[in-house]
């Protein structure tokens, strides 16, 4: 979906543009250093968190994050305040970057013009120029986390190893299975379909299993055609599967039911699982590592932030 490109506030730094608004009197929730957040600022920032949530996650893992969302939601807006606080401070310059970003999305979604990419988030009910002061925040916490977390991560060869040796089901290629076969659909009141069965059973040799699936079979283009296709394991009806995996290659079964009706299948070509290189996802794994230790030392950051500034909460939301 479109949206979820336009949508760009992330789960873990959120920076809800209401914080830049204009302040009015109301209920203040909390102070941190010398700012406030108010009731408004905390439901746009419930907005724009619910629309990420939605744009990103579904199912149980959304049900989750909104329950997450909804206990701590003060808690992270206080967090977003002493992020921005320090972006302040680093006066970063991030215009080039956004204006590189906009063109790899109006390239990828095939946008002509700035008019097209700004009408296509109209109808997301999203105002450009927001959209864009939402990348600039985006990429200037990125930023921010590259320079005081990032370059503190270190991964080296034997954290990948290990990960590699104790995660082999990521990195195995299923086995597959190429099948040939013959198939009789099922029918109500079908006499003939036993006798029909019968009879290929009786014809069928070693070497005639084409000429007899394209006699008989019932696949479309079966007279042209007898290939049942090619299937991963666990992608194929579990009794032709079970079959198909005791087959060696040009090999066939007997009978086999299922729902859709009765088939023989014949092995064509099988991979076994294969266990791929380390050297071919090694970068997929340095990823994963870095992802996992940069979350660890993000959340010690903003602690240590706390730890160094004035937060009173004096009320909680909603």
């Known amino acids: ?44 920032f419930e907005t724009d968190m619910l629309r990420a949530l939605h744009a990103q996650l579904e199912g149980e893992k959304l049900e989750e994050a909104l329950l997450e969302m909804k206990n701590n939601l003060l808690n992270k807006l206080i967090e977003q305040k002493l992020l921005m606080s320090k972006i302040k401070e680093k006066n970063y310059n991030v215009d080039s970057d956004v204006e590189m970003i906009i063109q790899d999305i109006k390239k990828q979604y095939n946008f002509a013009s700035d008019e097209d990419l700004k009408n296509a988030l109209r109808q997301e009910g999203i105002e450009f120029g927001a959209w864009k002061e939402q990348w600039k925040e985006r990429r ?7 320079e005081e977390v990032g370059s503190k991560i270190k991964v080296d060869n034997p954290q990948i190893m290990e990960y590699y040796r104790s995660h082999p089901e990521q990195y195995t290629i299923p086995a597959e299975m190429t099948l040939n076969c013959i ?7 079908n006499l003939k379909l036993q006798e029909t069965m019968d009879l290929i059973s009786a014809e069928l040799k070693p070497g005639l299993f084409e000429s007899v699936a394209k006699k008989y079979s019932q696949l479309p283009d079966a007279e042209n055609n007898v290939a049942l296709g090619k299937f991963k394991k666990g992608e194929l009806d579990k009794n032709l599967e079970d079959a198909a995996l005791k087959l060696k290659k040009d090999e066939y079964s007997g009978w086999i039911e299922t729902d859709k009706g009765w088939y023989i299948i014949q092995l064509a070509d099988f991979s076994p699982d294969r266990l791929q290189e380390v050297k071919d996802v090694r970068e997929d794994i ?3 590592l870095r992802e996992e230790q940069q979350q660890i030392k993000l959340k010690e950051y903003i602690e240590q932030l706390k730890k160094d500034s004035y937060i009173k909460i004096l009320k909680k939301f909603p």
Not at 140 to 146: D, H, I, M, S
Not at 183 to 188: G, M, P, V
């Open 286 to 288: 340095l990823y994963k």
């Open 140 to 146: 200037k916490q990125e930023r921010l986390v590259a």
């Open 1 to 44: 979906m479109k949206q979820k490109i336009f949508l760009t506030v992330t789960l873990a730094l959120v920076i809800s543009l209401g914080l830049l608004a204009a302040e009015t009197i109301e209920e203040i929730y909390a102070v941190v250093n010398d700012e406030v957040i108010t009731g408004s600022e905390l439901k746009q």
């Open 183 to 189: 198939f009789l659909e099922k029918s109500a009141g």
